[in-house]
């Protein structure tokens, strides 16, 4: 029982991890119409960023909103140069957006070496309680209450702010908000960073758990995150909540049992919905 | 250069001068292994080689509209099953063309399960399902590679030898050579006949297609299983020339290899391959020789990345197809003169 209870808190702090990288793609790819491969490496920056100025500063707040903010001005960066052009070109925007991958992923492995970086926990969250047989680590719980703090607000942001009001009637017809007066490319923009900033935060956050950072460390969550999407539903933002639990749960448990299957448990999970229900579960319609 | 233009595009209708060229360039390609060192002989095959693998993602992409990012696996695991077997049961021509059927038949229900899975959408989140659970396909493959150790030797990479008429650098150029414009024909047959119009009205059009009455889905899935075989021989070639197989050739870079090759050429042309690949190989030993000068240089993946970010932007075409692009308006510009 106490296993189950432990695998269950530490599928759940997975599972919020993945969120934070699927909620940004699943809002991209709903609002702007935008598959975004470099989210894989939006994560690896964040990780590099962060332990980079935890050794500098030694306070992890400022380390962790150094990472968001990395995230926000390259996923700015990002949108203007790159993802503008192809607006409304799936294909190209999967291209550039795989090309852009491969120059920051090697950027990373230039700026701080191709090797692991150690990294450490900060102290305050490095302890552990112990409830009867249970031993649960305090930096698991930490990440499922941010997990669930960014759900609560991206959703009082998307529905019920003004923001999201834009954002959604952008998603429903980008020209007819244009022609209201309202900027819609400025939204597009700010979603993006906001997406890449989730995507930074993710990283920030995985680095303490794991223990290290290192540049492969992308795909695979990226993967993950790709994973919870078409499983949730691509476009549905409680889709990629409850996909990402699902996964987190799956990865948890798998990986403790028999941790070779857990690559394949996913990817079948992923492929017995799709056989079951090929829009994933909570599909709808995204932006043609 | 009118006449290259009619060769790219497929009706030869060459004059006197053309032929003393192409005559002249075949002999080029036929005595260059006399003439250069083994590292040229070498780089060469490896382009003709490569050249197939790039071709292979063209039917995909070009062809019919698909993104497969999976597609390395087709040509890492042929030359993983070229490796595997040549080091269990001897490097002998029999094997040989035990692997190449084996490797065939993995690679058309390899084929046949990814597009399965992966065709299942249409228009614009068929796309993007397609590429995502491709990814996983393709991650699925390196993974297993990565942890059946006892067959692959893991991340170490797997070394072995290979049938005694493949030994000899020279002879394996000639061979790789004859691969490339044996498949080449092959593949140019494929995309011109009825199925492939098919695949490029189904690039051009999924719904119309489908509105006509094509079961786009099955040529998909056709298209997937001919380029997958096409990369698998690709890759047991691939074998034959380095005698090594990692990890390193079921990465996503691995595929996005190909797909390098295919954009730089320019997609849909076919031909376009082989420009791309010899472009691209040739950039990244031209770097390489330059890292004495600066270490950047020696970063190959950076400039991999630039030129792929660049040509997708600013050259969507490629080089065949901007050449023949701006051949026409040449040539239009001539007529109205």
Same mark, same amino acid.
């Given at each position: 029982?106490?296993?189950?209870?432990?695998?269950?808190?530490?599928?759940?702090?997975?599972?919020?991890?993945?969120?934070?990288?699927?909620?940004?793609?699943?809002?991209?790819?709903?609002?702007?119409?935008?598959?975004?491969?470099?989210?894989?490496?939006?994560?690896?920056?964040?990780?590099?960023?962060?332990?980079?100025?935890? /050794?500098?500063?030694?306070?992890? #707040?400022?380390?962790?909103?150094?990472?968001?903010?990395?995230?926000?001005?390259?996923?700015?960066?990002?949108?203007?140069?790159?993802?503008?052009?192809?607006?409304?070109?799936?294909?190209?925007?999967?291209?550039?957006?795989?090309?852009?991958?491969?120059?920051?992923?090697?950027?990373?492995?230039?700026?701080?070496?191709?090797?692991?970086?150690?990294?450490?926990?900060?102290?305050?969250?490095?302890?552990?309680?112990?409830?009867?047989?249970?031993?649960?680590?305090?930096?698991?719980?930490?990440?499922?209450?941010?997990?669930?703090?960014?759900?609560?607000?991206?959703?009082?942001?998307?529905?019920?702010?003004?923001?999201?009001?834009?954002?959604?009637?952008?998603?429903?017809?980008?020209?007819?908000?244009?022609?209201?007066?309202?900027?819609?490319?400025?939204?597009?923009?700010?979603?993006?960073?906001?997406?890449?900033?989730?995507?930074?935060?993710?990283?920030?956050?995985?680095?303490?758990?794991?223990?290290?950072?290192?540049?492969?460390?992308?795909?695979?969550?990226?993967?993950?995150?790709?994973?919870?999407?078409?499983?949730?539903?691509?476009? /549905?933002?409680?889709?990629?909540?409850?996909? /990402?639990?699902?996964?987190?749960?799956?990865?948890?448990?798998? /990986?403790?049992?028999? #941790?070779?299957?857990?690559?394949?448990?996913?990817?079948?999970?992923?492929?017995?919905?799709?056989?079951?229900?090929?829009?994933?579960?909570?599909?709808?319609?995204?932006?043609? | 250069?009118?006449?290259?233009?009619?060769?790219?595009?497929?009706?030869?209708?060459?004059?006197?001068?053309?032929?003393?060229?192409?005559?002249?360039?075949?002999?080029?390609?036929?005595?260059?292994?006399?003439?250069?060192?083994?590292?040229?002989?070498?780089?060469?095959?490896?382009?003709?080689?490569?050249?197939?693998?790039?071709?292979?993602?063209?039917?995909?992409?070009?062809?019919?509209?698909?993104?497969?990012?999976?597609?390395?696996?087709?040509?890492?695991?042929?030359?993983?099953?070229?490796?595997?077997?040549?080091?269990?049961?001897?490097?002998?021509?029999?094997?040989?063309?035990?692997?190449?059927?084996?490797?065939? *038949?993995?690679?058309?229900?390899?084929?046949?399960?990814?597009?399965?899975?992966?065709?299942?959408?249409?228009?614009?989140?068929?796309?993007?399902?397609?590429?995502?659970?491709?990814?996983?396909?393709?991650?699925?493959?390196?993974?297993?590679?990565?942890?059946?150790?006892?067959?692959?030797?893991?991340?170490?990479?797997?070394?072995?030898?290979?049938?005694?008429?493949?030994?000899?650098? *020279?002879?394996?150029?000639?061979?790789?050579?004859?691969?490339?414009?044996?498949?080449?024909?092959?593949?140019?047959?494929?995309?011109?006949?009825?199925?492939?119009?098919?695949?490029?009205?189904?690039?051009?059009?999924?719904?119309?297609?489908?509105?006509?009455?094509?079961?786009?889905?099955?040529?998909?899935?056709?298209?997937?299983?001919?380029?997958?075989?096409?990369?698998?021989?690709?890759?047991?070639?691939?074998?034959?020339?380095?005698?090594?197989?990692?990890?390193?050739?079921?990465?996503?870079?691995?595929?996005?290899?190909?797909?390098?090759?295919?954009?730089?050429?320019?997609?849909?042309?076919?031909?376009?391959?082989?420009?791309?690949?010899?472009?691209?190989?040739?950039?990244?030993?031209?770097?390489? +020789?330059?890292?004495?000068?600066?270490?950047?240089?020696?970063?190959?993946?950076?400039?991999?990345?630039?030129?792929?970010?660049?040509?997708?932007?600013?050259?969507?075409?490629?080089?065949?197809?901007?050449?023949?692009?701006?051949? +026409?308006?040449?040539?239009?510009?001539?007529?109205?003169?």
């Amino acid at each position: 029982m106490h296993i189950f209870l432990m695998l269950l808190i530490n599928g759940l702090a997975e599972g919020a991890l993945i969120f934070l990288m699927a909620a940004g793609l699943s809002i991209i790819l709903g609002l702007l119409g935008v598959v975004n491969f470099t989210h894989g490496v939006l994560f690896i920056w964040g990780g590099y960023v962060s332990i980079w100025i935890f /050794s500098m500063t030694g306070s992890f #707040p400022i380390a962790i909103i150094a990472a968001v903010a990395a995230g926000f001005i390259m996923g700015l960066i990002f949108e203007r140069l790159f993802i503008r052009p192809v607006y409304g070109n799936v294909t190209a925007q999967i291209l550039i957006t795989l090309g852009l991958g491969v120059v920051f992923t090697d950027m990373a492995r230039l700026f701080w070496g191709p090797n692991p970086i150690p990294a450490s926990r900060p102290e305050f969250m490095d302890g552990t309680w112990v409830i009867g047989a249970v031993i649960i680590s305090q930096y698991r719980i930490f990440l499922i209450i941010i997990g669930i703090l960014v759900a609560i607000a991206i959703n009082y942001l998307v529905n019920r702010t003004k923001v999201g009001m834009v954002m959604r009637a952008g998603i429903q017809s980008p020209d007819m908000v244009q022609a209201l007066g309202i900027n819609i490319k400025v939204y597009f923009a700010g979603v993006f960073a906001g997406g890449a900033a989730l995507a930074a935060l993710g990283g920030a956050l995985y680095v303490p758990l794991v223990g290290s950072v290192w540049s492969g460390m992308g795909i695979n969550n990226q993967i993950l995150a790709f994973i919870v999407i078409i499983l949730g539903g691509m476009g /549905s933002f409680y889709g990629s909540a409850v996909g /990402s639990i699902i996964i987190g749960l799956t990865v948890a448990f798998v /990986s403790w049992f028999y #941790p070779p299957l857990t690559v394949y448990t996913t990817v079948l999970l992923l492929l017995l919905v799709l056989t079951l229900k090929p829009e994933g579960l909570f599909g709808m319609a995204v932006r043609n | 250069m009118p006449m290259l233009t009619n060769i790219l595009r497929k009706k030869p209708a060459l004059g006197p001068g053309m032929w003393l060229f192409l005559g002249l360039f075949a002999v080029l390609i036929l005595i260059i292994p006399h003439i250069t060192g083994l590292t040229t002989t070498t780089l060469l095959s490896r382009i003709y080689i490569l050249a197939i693998f790039g071709m292979s993602y063209d039917i995909l992409r070009g062809y019919t509209g698909i993104i497969n990012l999976g597609h390395a696996l087709f040509f890492g695991g042929g030359t993983y099953i070229a490796g595997i077997m040549f080091s269990r049961m001897g490097a002998t021509l029999d094997i040989l063309l035990l692997a190449v059927l084996v490797s065939m *038949v993995f690679a058309a229900i390899v084929a046949y399960i990814m597009g399965q899975f992966a065709f299942r959408g249409s228009g614009f989140t068929g796309v993007i399902a397609c590429a995502m659970i491709t990814l996983a396909f393709g991650e699925i493959g390196r993974h297993s590679a990565e942890t059946l150790r006892e067959y692959t030797q893991g991340a170490d990479g797997l070394t072995f030898r290979v049938p005694l008429m493949f030994q000899d650098r *020279v002879m394996m150029y000639y061979y790789a050579l004859l691969f490339l414009i044996a498949m080449t024909l092959i593949l140019r047959q494929f995309v011109n006949s009825p199925t492939g119009r098919v695949l490029q009205a189904i690039r051009d059009n999924d719904q119309r297609a489908k509105f006509l009455g094509y079961d786009t889905k099955k040529y998909k899935l056709i298209a997937l299983v001919i380029a997958g075989m096409a990369s698998a021989a690709a890759g047991i070639m691939f074998a034959l020339l380095t005698r090594f197989a990692n990890t390193e050739l079921l990465t996503v870079q691995s595929t996005l290899n190909a797909l390098l090759y295919t954009i730089v050429g320019g997609t849909g042309t076919l031909y376009g391959a082989i420009f791309g690949t010899a472009f691209v190989q040739l950039a990244q030993n031209y770097l390489l +020789e330059l890292r004495g000068i600066h270490e950047i240089f020696s970063r190959w993946l950076l400039f991999f990345g630039a030129i792929y970010v660049l040509v997708v932007l600013y050259m969507p075409k490629g080089l065949v197809g901007t050449y023949l692009q701006l051949e +026409e308006k040449w040539r239009k510009r001539k007529i109205a003169a």
